[in-house]
């Protein structure tokens, strides 16, 4: 590949992932998984039924698969998207490409709590160990 082909992708890299997202994908670990909040986030993953829509490494189902994504996408990025996802949809960039990404299937807003959003996050972030390159 040549320099000038690099440089093509590094761009569209940037424009479709906005230069934090990109740098933030070199450390997949970053979020400290808090095992009691992880138990509980397992938990409510179950009974908010987001396993009816996601998995953690068993691939893409209606909505993508979530593995690594505390690894891929900046965690407060994350918070604003867990806990209002039609917010996020109306104003984020990111938020409007995975949508489409995802056959035009939007999240449901599930009115969790910030609590509810913190322990989810640190369900997926131990799940996704096995990912991750420390």
Known sequence: ????????????????????RLAAQDTPCRLPVDTVLAKRGRALFSSRACVGCHSIGQ?????????????????????RWVKDPTAMLA??????????????????????????VEALLHYIARESRKACVT
């Open 1 to 20: 590949m040549t320099q000038r082909s690099w440089q093509g992708l590094l761009l569209v890299g940037v424009l479709v992932l906005g230069v934090g």
């Open 59 to 79: 691939g893409q189902r209606v909505g993508p698969d979530l593995a690594g994504v505390t690894g891929k996408r900046d965690v407060d990025w994350l918070r």
């Open 91 to 116: 104003t984020d960039s990111l938020a409007k490409a995975l949508l489409a990404q995802n056959n035009n299937v939007p999240m449901p807003t599930l009115q969790l709590g910030d609590d509810e």
